[in-house]
T-cell receptor, first 112, second 113 residues
Framework: DSGVTQTPKHLITATGQRVTLRCSPR?????VYWYQQSLDQGLQFLIQ???????AKGNILERFSAQQFPDLHSELNLSSLELGDSALYFC???????????FGQGTRLTVV | AQSVTQLGSHVSVSEGALVLLRCNYS??????LFWYVQYPNQGLQLLLK??????LVKGINGFEAEFKKSETSFHLTKPSAHMSDAAEYFC???????????FGAGTRLTVKP
């Protein structure tokens, strides 16, 4: 158990819909990362927050957004969903600096 | 910006053979380097990391990696592959005060009996 909790574990939704994925980082970790993993794209960095502020942005679509709340949990919002958004979405947390990131078990999103 | 390149998206070895998974990094500042493993339907798990100090780093499950600055490499090795090593392996880079950890595309390791 990495200490990073992601909910839900599985999500099936229709095209055009909006979903919210939730991540609770390890206790004390200030940094939260979101990644998308699909068969054709591999592991893609989406966005990172550090203590509530956006720190880095990767290949995140404009239809996607995220935020980190004062209690440090984070949410990834995916809207106007397309079939190609079907993937595993991982959250990871770290204490920052030179420390490793700890990953959650992921949310498997299926868009039908 | 930092980045890593993993050479070979698929590597296949026989049980008992040497495992060598390649990773090259790009960084304008001293890097911190990591190897993660992902088993099917699971999240990524840390195998080992290099931050400072000894360039040969030992990790879990008999894996080790050597940081070679002159070659900008951080290859992962294991002397003798086991069937349970079959998984996907990711190399990652960050640096001090840079919270943007970047991952390679991954290498899928297959172990043949």
């Amino acid at each position: 158990d990495s200490g990073v909790t992601q909910t839900p574990k599985h999500l099936i939704t229709a095209t055009g819909q909006r979903v919210t994925l939730r991540c609770s980082p390890r206790s004390g970790d200030l940094s939260v990362y979101w990644y998308q993993q699909s068969l054709d794209q591999g592991l893609q960095f989406l966005i990172q927050y550090y203590n509530g502020e956006e720190r880095a942005k990767g290949n995140i679509l404009e239809r996607f957004s995220a935020q980190q709340f004062p209690d440090l949990h984070s949410e990834l919002n995916l809207s106007s969903l397309e079939l190609g958004d079907s993937a595993l979405y991982f959250c990871a947390s770290s204490a920052g600096g030179n420390t490793e990131a700890f990953f959650g078990q992921g949310t498997r999103l299926t868009v039908v | 910006a930092q980045s890593v390149t993993q050479l070979g998206s698929h590597v296949s070895v026989s049980e008992g053979a040497l495992v060598l998974l390649r990773c090259n990094y790009s960084s304008s500042v001293p890097p911190y380097l990591f190897w993660y493993v992902q088993y099917p339907n699971q999240g990524l798990q840390l195998l080992l990391k290099y931050t400072t100090g000894a360039t040969l780093v030992k990790g879990i499950n008999g894996f080790e990696a050597e940081f070679k600055k002159s070659e900008t490499s951080f290859h992962l090795t294991k002397p003798s592959a086991h069937m349970s090593d079959a998984a996907e392996y990711f190399c990652a880079v960050t640096s001090y005060n840079n919270n943007d950890m970047r991952f390679g595309a991954g290498t899928r390791l297959t172990v043949k009996p």
